[in-house]
T-cell receptor, first 114, second 113 residues
Framework: EPEVTQTPSHQVTQMGQEVILRCVPI?????FYWYRQILGQKVEFLVS????????KSEIFDDQFSVERPDGSNFTLKIRSTKLEDSAMYFC????????????FGDGTRLSIL | GESVGLHLPTLSVQEGDNSIINCAYS??????FIWYKQESGKGPQFIID?????DKRQGQRVTVLLNKTVKHLSLQIAATQPGDSAVYFC????????????FGKGTRLHILP
C-alpha cells in the first residue's frame, strides 16, 4: 500500500540553525500538509499546500517557516532559524482529493533543538 | 473556537473485550470525522471515517457512531487485541479551502492480559 515517507526520522540541530524536513507524499495525491506534535500534546496543523502554493497556515507557521515542492515528488518544510520551542515531531500528510477523503500521514521526523 | 476532545485520556480494557472510545466536538458545521490510531514512534494511521449524513459506519472490527444532536462520536473496537494498544484520536476535517484536520487530545488504550 502506498505510504507517505519522511526523512530523517530524527534530526538534532543547534538553536539558530536552519533545518529542512523532507517528505515524499503518496504519488497521485494533490493536497499536502505539515503538522507538528509537541511531546504530550495534540497534533497541531501548520500549513496546507495545493497547486504549488500555500492554501492555509496556522499562527504557528510564522516567517521562520517555509514549504516547498521542488519537484514532482518531494515536499519540504524549512525552519530558517530554529528555536528551542521548535522541538517536536513533525508529520507530513497528503490527500488525494478534496472533500471527504482522509489525509494519510508519514511516521514523522523528531526534531530536537539543542 | 472549534474544539475536538476525547472524554478520557486513558482507557484500560481486558484482551478480548470490546473497547469504546468517545469524542465530543463543538463545531456544528463539521461534516467529516476521522479516527486515527497512533502507535509509539509512528504517525497517525487512518482507521475509519464517517460523513455527517451517516449515523454509523462499520469496518473490520471497528464501528464508528455519530450523534449529531449532541455532537458526539465514538469508536468501538470489537474483541480488543494486544495490537490495538495505541493512542486514538478523533479528528474533525473542517470545512475550508483545503480541509485541515483539527485533532482532539488522544485516548491511550491499554490492553490488559
Amino acid at each position: 500500500e502506498p505510504e507517505v515517507t519522511q526523512t530523517p526520522s530524527h534530526q538534532v540541530t543547534q538553536m539558530g540553525q536552519e533545518v529542512i524536513l523532507r517528505c515524499v507524499p503518496i504519488s497521485n495525491h494533490l493536497y499536502f500538509y505539515w503538522y507538528r506534535q509537541i511531546l504530550g500534546q495534540k497534533v497541531e496543523f501548520l500549513v496546507s499546500f495545493y497547486n504549488n502554493e500555500i492554501s492555509e497556515k496556522s499562527e504557528i507557521f510564522d516567517d521562520q517557516f517555509s514549504v516547498e515542492r521542488p519537484d514532482g515528488s518531494n515536499f519540504t518544510l524549512k525552519i530558517r532559524s530554529t528555536k528551542l520551542e521548535d522541538s517536536a515531531m513533525y508529520f507530513c500528510a497528503s490527500r488525494k482529493d478534496r472533500g471527504s477523503q482522509p489525509q494519510h500521514f508519514g511516521d514523522g521526523t523528531r526534531l530536537s533543538i539543542l | 473556537g472549534e474544539s475536538v476532545g476525547l472524554h478520557l485520556p486513558t482507557l484500560s480494557v481486558q484482551e478480548g473485550d470490546n473497547s469504546i472510545i468517545n469524542c465530543a466536538y463543538s463545531n456544528s458545521a463539521s461534516d467529516y470525522f476521522i479516527w486515527y490510531k497512533q502507535e509509539s514512534g509512528k504517525g497517525p494511521q487512518f482507521i475509519i471515517d464517517i460523513r455527517s449524513n451517516m449515523d454509523k459506519r462499520q469496518g473490520q472490527r471497528v464501528t464508528v457512531l455519530l450523534n449529531k444532536t449532541v455532537k458526539h462520536l465514538s469508536l468501538q473496537i470489537a474483541a480488543t487485541q494486544p495490537g490495538d494498544s495505541a493512542v486514538y484520536f478523533c479528528a474533525d476535517q473542517s470545512r475550508g479551502r483545503d480541509d485541515k484536520i483539527i485533532f482532539g487530545k488522544g485516548t491511550r488504550l491499554h490492553i490488559l492480559p
